[in-house]
């Protein structure tokens, strides 16, 4: 059966297999054989651990949702948990109390020093979570997964900091010691590095007037010379710098500000639009926590009914729903409110709309009738005798208003 996992036992020389036939293999490298095998799982096993304090304390984890600890010294099993979705990856952090386990779209938290108490659920990603690692001196932790997000957690409150997109699938990762490049396995077979770049602010130089320039020249107006003011421009904005960047989630992040949104509602809206020119507003808005959603909303439901936003803001609308469609239900009451109250707002303008088409319709027909009730001046065109009437015709005119 395949072998999927294999792990390095810390100061012992010793390996830790965990394969499809439902086993947990330890082997002495030295005299190449098999010392012990755990056979507590019902399913596949894809995950697993080592304790980074005690070496002899591992974790596995199956497709049976089961996450068990062994102890290689008694050989028996000392804790098992339950994650409740099949089991993609497992993790210790460096105090060796707390093990975090991956599968389905959660990520849990366990204390080993309390029999397995849950400690928090992270539920931040759409799809299943395949790998995780751990970043920046162990103060951050990362997870992959197949909605095509890595993101990243502080360790000491587990909420999300920072969300990278993928063009694919995210199966596993890695990230080196000083945390400046980032690598990740995606399932169309290719390797993706991204590398941290840190913005270079260059030095103003300052010209300096030598001394002997400075006592040499004398001043000398001229009445003949024109000074042309010079034309100094501001400081570019932080979306602009962004957008400048190719930076698109961030500068939707800046635009969706309190003070831009409420003071200089045109700024966000020329952002938007900008964002579903280059065709990246669906990568700008993919993967945002709760609160993203939440304001983005907000900003939606202030100004679809403002003529000069309509047409921009539908067009965003109709990506927003693509995106989110399918988790829009899921998401806390308030934004689900937030959702049904744009529902009602789009439903009313839609029958503005057609109220007023049929006012236009109506003022149309009105205008149409009057302008064929109009009189016709016979005396208007002189040159056209035929529709002057005879002298008698004249005098013995009859008309009727009946």
Same mark, same amino acid.
């Given at each position: 059966?395949?072998?999927?996992?294999?792990? $390095?036992?810390?100061?012992?020389?010793?390996?830790?297999?965990?394969?499809?036939?439902?086993?947990?293999?330890?082997?002495?490298?030295?005299?190449?054989?098999?010392?012990?095998?755990?056979? +507590?799982?019902?399913?596949?096993?894809?995950?697993?651990?080592?304790?980074?304090?005690?070496?002899?304390?591992?974790?596995?984890?199956?497709?049976?949702?089961?996450?068990?600890?062994?102890?290689? %010294?008694?050989?028996?099993? @000392?804790?098992?948990?339950?994650?409740?979705?099949?089991?993609?990856?497992?993790? $210790?952090?460096?105090?060796?109390?707390? &093990?975090?386990?991956?599968?389905?779209?959660?990520?849990?938290?366990?204390?080993?020093?309390?029999?397995? %108490?849950?400690?928090?659920?992270?539920?931040?990603?759409?799809?299943?979570?395949?790998?995780?690692?751990?970043?920046?001196?162990?103060?951050?932790?990362?997870?992959?997964?197949?909605?095509?997000?890595?993101?990243?957690?502080?360790?000491?409150?587990?909420?999300?900091?920072?969300?990278?997109?993928?063009?694919?699938?995210?199966?596993?990762?890695?990230?080196?010691?000083?945390?400046?490049?980032?690598?990740?396995?995606?399932?169309?077979?290719?390797?993706?590095?991204? %590398?941290?770049?840190?913005?270079?602010?260059?030095?103003?130089?300052?010209?300096?007037?030598?001394?002997?320039?400075?006592?040499?020249?004398?001043?000398?107006?001229?009445?003949?010379?024109?000074?042309?003011?010079?034309?100094?421009?501001?400081?570019?904005?932080?979306?602009?710098?962004?957008?400048?960047?190719?930076?698109?989630?961030?500068?939707?992040?800046?635009?969706?500000?309190?003070?831009?949104?409420?003071?200089?509602?045109?700024?966000?809206?020329?952002?938007?639009?900008?964002?579903?020119?280059?065709?990246?507003?669906?990568?700008?808005?993919?993967?945002?926590?709760?609160? $993203?959603?939440?304001?983005?909303?907000?900003?939606?439901?202030?100004?679809?009914?403002?003529?000069?936003?309509?047409? @921009?803001?539908?067009?965003?609308?109709?990506? &927003?729903?693509?995106?989110?469609?399918?988790?829009?239900?899921?998401?806390?009451?308030?934004?689900?409110?937030?959702?049904?109250?744009?529902?009602?707002?789009?439903?009313?303008?839609?029958?503005?709309?057609?109220?007023?088409?049929?006012?236009?319709?109506?003022?149309?027909?009105?205008?149409?009738?009057?302008?064929?009730? +109009?009189?016709?001046?016979?005396? +208007?065109?002189?040159?056209?005798?035929?529709?002057?009437?005879? +002298?008698?015709?004249?005098?013995?005119?009859?008309?009727?208003?009946?």
């Amino acid at each position: 059966m395949p072998v999927h996992r294999t792990l $390095f036992a810390e100061n012992n020389p010793h390996i830790i297999s965990y394969s499809d036939d439902k086993t947990v293999k330890t082997w002495d490298i030295p005299t190449e054989k098999n010392i012990t095998t755990f056979s +507590e799982h019902n399913d596949y096993i894809r995950a697993g651990a080592v304790s980074p304090v005690v070496s002899d304390i591992i974790l596995s984890g199956g497709y049976d949702n089961k996450v068990n600890m062994y102890d290689l %010294r008694s050989n028996e099993v @000392v804790l098992s948990v339950d994650h409740g979705s099949p089991v993609e990856a497992l993790l $210790f952090l460096p105090s060796g109390g707390i &093990f975090i386990s991956a599968g389905g779209n959660d990520i849990k938290v366990w204390d080993t020093l309390s029999k397995g %108490r849950l400690l928090g659920n992270i539920s931040e990603h759409h799809k299943t979570v395949t790998c995780l690692q751990l970043a920046s001196e162990n103060k951050r932790l990362l997870s992959g997964s197949l909605d095509r997000h890595v993101k990243v957690y502080d360790l000491s409150n587990f909420r999300v900091v920072h969300t990278m997109d993928f063009p694919n699938s995210v199966l596993s990762l890695s990230i080196s010691r000083n945390d400046d490049t980032l690598v990740a396995g995606l399932v169309d077979g290719v390797v993706s590095i991204h %590398r941290r770049q840190e913005d270079k602010n260059d030095a103003k130089i300052e010209k300096k007037i030598s001394f002997k320039y400075r006592a040499n020249s004398e001043a000398v107006s001229l009445t003949v010379d024109h000074f042309v003011p010079e034309n100094k421009l501001g400081a570019e904005a932080k979306h602009d710098k962004c957008l400048r960047k190719f930076q698109h989630s961030k500068a939707l992040e800046h635009v969706l500000l309190n003070y831009v949104m409420n003071k200089h509602p045109e700024t966000t809206v020329s952002v938007i639009q900008e964002l579903v020119k280059r065709k990246s507003f669906d990568k700008a808005i993919r993967g945002k926590d709760n609160k $993203f959603v939440s304001k983005l909303m907000q900003f939606f439901i202030r100004n679809i009914t403002n003529y000069r936003f309509t047409s @921009v803001l539908i067009d965003a609308i109709h990506i &927003f729903l693509n995106e989110y469609e399918d988790t829009i239900f899921i998401m806390p009451p308030e934004t689900v409110k937030q959702f049904l109250r744009l529902t009602q707002l789009l439903e009313e303008e839609i029958d503005l709309g057609n109220d007023l088409a049929a006012l236009q319709g109506a003022m149309y027909m009105l205008m149409s009738s009057s302008t064929t009730a +109009e009189k016709v001046d016979v005396h +208007e065109d002189k040159k056209n005798t035929l529709l002057l009437p005879s +002298e008698d015709a004249q005098k013995n005119l009859v008309v009727n208003i009946a």
